[in-house]
């Protein structure tokens, strides 16, 4: 069975950090694409970050050189870490995993960020 589970939300201020964990089972870990959407009340769902099966990252410009993603291949799990974050990054966060036109969702963390 394909799980993706997401955790690590939670409250911080401006200018506070976080560290969200996207941990996968079910699937071969490195042959998906592995990244994070956001959805902040009333607006559309935002791509936050990825990183491919062979490392290649991708990063919003709205989160560019705040956002960093790692991941640790043994334990099938990714990273997002959050830097600087700002009331706009206030979202829930989904972690997803994709390959070709298959794609799995973990289920959502919320990350708010109080001014």
């Known amino acids: 069975e394909v799980q993706l589970q997401a955790s690590g939300g939670g409250l911080v201020q401006t200018g506070g950090s976080l560290r969200l964990s996207c941990s996968a089972s079910?699937?071969?870990?490195?042959?998906?694409?592995i990244g994070w959407f956001r959805q902040a009340p009333g607006k559309e769902r935002e791509g936050v970050s990825c990183v491919s099966g062979i490392g290649d990252t991708y990063y919003a410009d709205s989160v560019e050189g705040r956002f960093t993603m790692s991941s640790d291949n043994a334990k099938n799990t990714v990273y997002l870490h959050m830097n600087s974050l700002k009331p706009e990054d206030t979202a829930v966060y989904y972690c997803y995993a994709r390959k070709g036109l298959r794609t799995y969702w973990g289920q959502g963390t919320q990350v708010t960020v109080s001014s």
């Open positions: 079910g699937f071969t870990f490195t042959d998906y694409s």
